[in-house]
């Protein structure tokens, strides 16, 4: 046996094991984990438009969705109520479903009373401002999304005057903390129908 070929070709393999278990940064996968859940493409109508995408009574926790006919069974369960009363971006506006002025409008045909908003959910969001849309794209950190919660100020039962691109932080009554993404109004006649994207901590 050639003990110092033998003796060399340990040494090689050591080294080669010892580099794939370094913990050196230029040996690591660079990609980093993300501990957020995004959903994209989501789809919300007003009122009028309840066939389109999932309605305009939206869940975050199970990204489920229904017409306003559902909120009387549905209203321990929804987040976001969407509406869009004209033809322009101003109008678009989500709200919490506890949210006083909805049972005073007939926007919504009757389905929301005081004495259902008693025990609804209720969301409070955050209008963000200077946090773009490709910050949201970028981020991947759950802490982050906390801290854009805190940090933006004081909550309101409604987010409206939504562009595309604005960016909305929010908290459900569940306590789930994320953010939505505006990416786009569609429709030819009002009310038109909304897409967001929804980031919460996985």
Known sequence: MNTPKLLAALA????????????DPASTNNNTTSTVN?????????????????????????DSGWAMNFYSSKRKQ??????????????????????????ETNNYFGYITKAL??????????????????????????????????????????????KVGDVVAFRTQSGTIGLFKVTDFFGSSSPLAITISVMTKK
Do not use: M, W
Not at 12 to 23: F, M, T
Not at 46 to 62: Q, R
Not at 83 to 91: E, I, L, R, T, V
């Open 38 to 62: 995004v959903i994209t493409g989501v789809e919300l109508g007003g009122p009028a438009t309840a066939n389109i995408g999932k309605g305009h009574l939206y869940d975050v926790e199970t």
């Open 78 to 103: 929804i987040d976001f109520i969407y509406n869009h009363a004209a033809p322009n971006d101003d109008s678009a506006s989500v709200c919490s479903p506890d949210y006083d002025p909805l049972s």
């Open 117 to 162: 908003q008693a025990d609804a959910n209720n969301t409070e969001f955050r209008k963000l401002s200077g946090f773009t849309a490709a910050q949201f794209d970028a981020l991947k950190d759950s802490a982050v999304v906390t801290s854009t919660f805190n940090g933006a100020g004081v909550s309101s039962q409604v987010a409206n005057h939504l």
């Open 12 to 23: 090689v393999a050591c080294s080669l094991v010892a580099a794939a278990c370094s913990d």
